[in-house]
């Protein structure tokens, strides 16, 4: 069992920066891979970012590549986001992933507001 606790979240300004940080409990944190979602009002949720369980590989939406991080510490087990550059367009909750095998962990999200 895996519980993932996203946080970083908050209001910032178009242009502005937020890291987002999904913390994990148990110890198996680095054998599933992670992926960031959000949820804009109104819309269906959407892939953001994806990083490997060792963090070699990580992939991104069109939307945010280049803009957006994506990295991990899993002797902290956590997962992190960080967000540069921020668009109206990127207000969403965000939700971060976690998957191995058959086991799939979502957190609750975190709100990421950005006003123009």
């Known amino acids: 069992q895996v519980q993932l606790v996203e946080s970083g979240g908050g209001l910032v300004q178009a242009g502005g920066s937020l890291r987002l940080s999904c913390a994990a409990s148990?110890?198996?944190?680095?054998?599933?891979?992670v992926g960031w979602f959000r949820q804009a009002p109104g819309k269906e949720r959407e892939f953001v970012a994806y990083?490997?369980?060792?963090?070699?590989?990580?992939y991104y939406t069109d939307s945010v590549r280049g803009r957006f991080t994506v990295s991990r510490d899993n002797v902290k087990n956590t997962v992190y986001l960080q967000m540069n550059s921020l668009k109206p367009e990127d207000t969403a909750v965000y939700y971060c992933n976690a998957v191995y095998y058959t086991m799939n962990y979502w957190g609750k999200g975190t709100l990421v507001t950005v006003s123009s």
């Open positions: 990083i490997a369980r060792s963090g070699d590989a990580k």
């Open positions: 148990g110890r198996t944190f680095s054998w599933y891979t």
